[in-house]
């Protein structure tokens, strides 16, 4: 079992930045991938940004669409977690951000195919 943890929502105002943290726990923890996926209101869930976890400096990072640029993902195989930070956030950008594991190979981009989820963090931003 895989255990996640999220911090780092709340409410801004657009064009403000956030940091979304996610740390994992549990046994002989050695996901293929790990990230942040959203939902946002009408729409389904979708990829924030994702990285492959490979236990060596050589990964790969993701985006969603969307994201153009804005927001950086990093990750720390010593402590299992990964941070999203958020830039120019905009009104679009509100609902709830879920970091996610993946634990086999696959479509790195599909959130049908990640196995554990966090609770959710909510992040707001105003016009």
């Known amino acids: 079992q895989v255990q996640l943890v999220e911090s780092g929502g709340g409410v801004v105002q657009a064009g403000a930045s956030l940091t979304l943290s996610c740390a994992a726990s549990?046994?002989?923890?050695?996901?293929?991938?790990m990230g942040w996926f959203r939902q946002t209101p009408g729409k389904e869930r979708e990829l924030v940004a994702t990285t492959t976890w490979s236990g060596s400096s050589t990964h790969h990072v993701y985006f969603g669409d969307f994201v153009k640029g804005r927001f950086t993902l990093s990750r720390d195989p010593g402590a299992n977690t990964v941070e999203v930070q958020m830039n120019n956030l905009q009104p679009d950008d509100t609902g709830v951000y879920y970091c996610?594991?993946?634990?086999?190979?696959?479509?790195?981009?599909?959130?049908?195919?990640?196995?554990?989820w966090g609770q959710g963090t909510q992040v707001t931003v105003s016009s």
């Open positions: 549990g046994r002989a923890f050695s996901p293929y991938a």
């Open positions: 996610a594991v993946k634990t086999s190979s696959g479509n790195i981009n599909a959130a049908a195919q990640y196995d554990y």
